[in-house]
Nanobody, 122 residues
Framework: QVELVESGGGLVQPGGSLRLSCAAS????????MGWYRQAPGAERELVAI???????NYADSVKGRFTISRDNAKNAVYLQIDSLKPEDTAVYYC????????????????WGPGTQVTVSS
């Protein structure tokens, strides 16, 4: 069993900051990409940021310069520092991991956390 659990969401005023954390636990052999997606009410889930196992990040254009993704491979964790928050950043943020559970696993599989709510409002 593999579990990804997010934390750090909440209510914040426009211009504020939050730091989201996600840790993967369970039977894990190797993690490739980790990242964050978000889904606003009535919208499709969209990529926010993703980071390779070597620490190379990639961001959605809408968050470049405001969001910073990082990871700690020793802790199987990924983080998202969110600055200069805007009301349009309001969404449920989902942690994502592409991982292998066993050394003999043929492919990496996608795993998701349950999500954490981020609400930006004055």
């Amino acid at each position: 069993q593999v579990e990804l659990v997010e934390s750090g969401g909440g209510l914040v005023q426009p211009g504020g900051s939050l730091r989201l954390s996600c840790a993967a636990s369970g039977r894990i052999f190797s993690i490739n990409g980790m990242g964050w997606y978000r889904q606003a009410p009535g919208a499709e889930r969209e990529l926010v940021a993703i980071i390779t196992s070597d620490g190379i990040p990639n961001y959605a254009d809408s968050v470049k310069g405001r969001f910073t993704i990082s990871r700690d491979n020793a802790k199987n964790a990924v983080y998202l520092q969110i600055d200069s928050l805007k009301p349009e950043d309001t969404a449920v943020y989902y942690c994502y991991g592409k991982l292998k559970r066993f050394p003999y696993s043929y492919n990496y599989s996608d795993y998701w956390g349950p999500g954490t709510q981020v609400t930006v409002s004055s």
